[in-house]
């Protein structure tokens, strides 16, 4: 398993280094890992979501025992799902790889963020479909933009904030 994690982290650290040189100028390597790792799952996460509220669920309302769901709440949650651990994967292992946080105090720190961004992705669609009869998919992704930036900011200011002031500290000291 050791052997597939390694080769898997570095395959995906020599993918995103390989498009950073244009960018160089613009953003440190960190902000430049996080904006292609999350556009990444943020578009698998929207691929996903399509396909599901689409196809899987036909836009129809999923019933659970007395409760009945809106298909694009349902799509959305289906979607997160799958995209919480790859986001976490990456985030962990690509963007702020530096860490010495423990993985679990992480991943209760992320977890923190995503279930914020759980409600502001819940509260979004909500708004957005049924206040302003915006149709779903572009509902999700103008939710999935806003949501990114926050995410993007708690994330680096809270989750993974450790490994920066560690990181920091050590250039501070050379």
């Not at 509220?53 to 025992?65: A, T």
């Not at 409760?67 to 919480?84: P, R």
């Not at 049924?130 to 926050?150: D, L």
Request: positive net charge; charged residues 15%; contains cysteine.
């Amino acid at each position: 398993m050791q052997k597939l994690h390694a080769f898997t982290r570095s395959s995906i650290l020599k993918t995103v280094d390989t498009f950073y040189p244009p960018f160089r100028s613009i953003m440190p390597l960190q902000m430049f890992r996080y904006a292609a790792c999350g556009g990444a799952n943020t578009a698998f996460d929207i691929l996903l979501y399509s396909f599901i509220y689409n196809f899987v669920l036909r836009r129809q309302i999923v019933h659970i025992g007395p409760v009945a769901i809106s298909a694009y709440i349902f799509a959305f949650l289906v979607s997160f799902c799958i995209t919480f651990p790859t986001g976490f994967y990456l985030s962990r292992y690509v963007v702020w790889q530096q860490t010495t946080t423990r993985k679990r105090v992480q991943l209760f720190r992320y977890f923190i963020i995503v279930s914020a961004c759980i409600v502001l992705n819940y509260l979004f669609l909500k708004l957005f479909v049924e206040q302003f009869n915006w149709w779903p998919i572009v509902a999700k992704i103008v939710t999935s933009m806003i949501v990114v930036v926050f995410s993007y900011l708690t994330q680096r200011n809270f989750s993974f904030k450790a490994a920066e002031l560690k990181q920091a500290e050590s250039v501070e000291a050379e």
